[in-house]
């Protein structure tokens, strides 16, 4: 499991590193050719999502003793993505001098007008870029919420199943020991019983001495 989770960390590094190139270049774009590179940046970041969702499952499935320092790579790259959403967020309404220039044009009556309407627009985007990443962020932290208690769920589970084993031996142990006393108090009822059979013999055997004695002396008695 833990040379998938590399392997992904390696895809992860050169997806990241082109995604950071691009976002770069892309405020000092403009027109149809900036779209596309827009587009492109877009598909490469999904490509990056799923990327850290395998990612995810990946780290679910490594032995608990050792999840620790997976989760906490995982954590930093969860990081760069949010970092990189939030570069490239900034990037698409974002452009250079060069650009600006072209777009506002030489005409110097406009330029004026048309630059605080871009900035407005520009403040706007970017209030709605941050109220999407608040959600975003509340969302992360609930889905992490959910997966801590997952995990927490699973450890419970398997120290119930640990009791359980631990129940059942127990329970084991207390039907052999009924057993053994069964078994002891039988022979310990025969024993008992077998005491008495032979006092009984001794009362008899006792008794019919002592007739036998008596008679004797009675008829050596008559006999004079």
Do not use: C
């Amino acid at each position: 499991m833990s040379s998938d989770f590399e392997a992904y960390e390696q895809e992860f590094g050169t997806l990241t590193a082109e995604i950071t190139s691009k976002i770069g270049r892309i405020p000092k774009l403009g027109g149809e050719e900036k779209t596309q590179l827009v587009l492109n940046v877009d598909k490469q970041l999904e490509e990056v999502r799923e990327l850290l969702e395998q990612m995810d499952l990946e780290v679910r499935e490594i032995p608990v003793q050792s999840r620790g320092m997976y989760n906490s790579r995982l954590k930093s790259y969860k990081q760069e993505m949010e970092k990189l959403e939030k570069d490239f967020k900034r990037s698409r309404i974002a452009y250079s001098d060069e650009v600006r220039n072209e777009l506002l044009g030489d005409d110097g009556s406009s330029s004026e007008s048309q630059l605080i309407k871009l900035r407005e627009e520009r403040a706007h985007l970017l209030d709605n870029t941050e109220r999407l990443e608040r959600s975003s962020r509340r969302l992360e932290a609930g889905y992490q919420i959910a997966v801590e208690t997952e995990q927490i769920g699973q450890e419970i589970l398997s120290n119930l199943h640990t009791d359980r084993e631990k129940i059942q031996r127990s329970r084991d142990r207390l039907r052999e020991t009924d057993a053994n006393l069964g078994k002891s108090s039988r022979i310990l009822t025969g024993m008992l019983r077998r005491i008495i059979q032979n006092r009984i013999l001794v009362f008899i055997l006792g008794a019919i001495i002592l007739l036998t004695i008596v008679l004797a002396i009675y008829f050596n008695l008559r006999g004079h």
